[in-house]
């Protein structure tokens, strides 16, 4: 097929993909901008108000605060050891060793568990574990935070040492030979020609754990709901609870909901730019 028959046909061809999107993407998520400044219970009534829910969220609402506060934290210590291990356990599995097939699968089969199984499990390991102590994953919020650090972890490495190891063996092995006459050893070798060289994989990575741990509500949900006193309470979760927990409360929760896709954009935004600009100084 010619690129005449290509330009001929391709409005048919799109069109389908285009009226889906239009309808159960751009037009909820125009209406839902549009409801984050009204105050309604059902999109029938809703009434505006202007900024009054986007006030209410952040001053008569401290959970919401706190709950960025927490979601920020969380998502920065994510990003450093799911990368940190992923690329390690990478490394790892790309040596000749005998069976790094097999640990391989391994590795990667948490991340094909469902969200609210994973914290479900983690909940009665961790409690398991601190049964002894007298206490259990809600007790402290500590407690929750590095729960959901562990759960986490366990889900997302195996999945990030996938794209780390198919970035490591597209390095030219002509490169390390190179490295390896001119007298480099394992560390000079690592910095100055393994890391530069998956940049471009280390930008994926490092968006897909911000974007998973950033907007995490499923595993939230089953490993802590939030407790104790909604101190681990994440954003995603927060939002959920506002607008269906507290009645009149569903403009507000609409604005939590406008205001995250903002911060998630931006940052999101910043980071491919940052990750993009150090692979071209690579």
């Not at 490394?91 to 969200?115: A, D, Q, V, Y």
């Not at 794209?163 to 100055?192: T, V």
């Not at 604005?255 to 690579?282: C, D």
Request: net charge positive.
């Amino acid at each position: 097929m010619n690129n005449k028959s290509i330009n001929k046909y391709f409005p048919i061809f799109i069109l389908p993909t285009l009226i889906a999107f239009s309808l159960f993407f751009l037009l909820p998520f125009v209406m839902g901008i549009g409801l984050s400044f009204t105050k309604f219970t059902t999109v029938t009534n809703a009434k505006f108000v202007g900024l009054a829910n986007y006030i209410k969220a952040f001053t008569f609402d401290n959970d919401f605060v706190h709950a960025l506060l927490f979601t920020s934290l969380f998502t920065a210590v994510s990003i450093v050891t799911v990368n940190v291990f992923a690329f390690s356990l990478a490394i790892l599995l790309t040596k000749e060793i005998k069976g790094t097939g097999i640990f391989r699968s391994i590795f990667f089969m948490p991340n094909l568990i469902g969200g609210i199984v994973l914290g479900y499990i983690w909940n009665l390991l961790i409690n398991g574990t601190l049964a002894p102590l007298g206490v259990d994953i809600t007790f402290d919020a500590k407690y929750g935070f590095w729960g959901l650090v562990i759960l986490t972890n366990w889900q997302l490495t195996g999945y990030m040492m996938v794209i780390y190891i198919a970035g490591l063996q597209n390095i030219p092995g002509e490169l390390i030979e190179a490295a390896q006459i001119d007298g480099a050893g394992h560390l000079k070798i690592l910095f100055r020609v393994k890391i530069p060289m998956v940049m471009p994989s280390i930008t994926i990575c490092t968006f897909l754990t911000l974007a998973n741990t950033f907007k995490m509500f499923d595993q939230n949900l089953a490993l802590t709901a939030g407790a104790p006193e909604h101190s681990t309470e994440m954003l995603a979760l927060n939002i959920y609870n506002t607008f269906y927990g507290r009645v009149g409360w569903q403009g507000v929760g609409q604005a939590k909901a406008v205001v995250f896709f903002i911060i998630v954009a931006l940052i999101a935004f910043v980071q491919l730019k940052f990750s993009t600009r150090k692979e071209v100084e690579q």
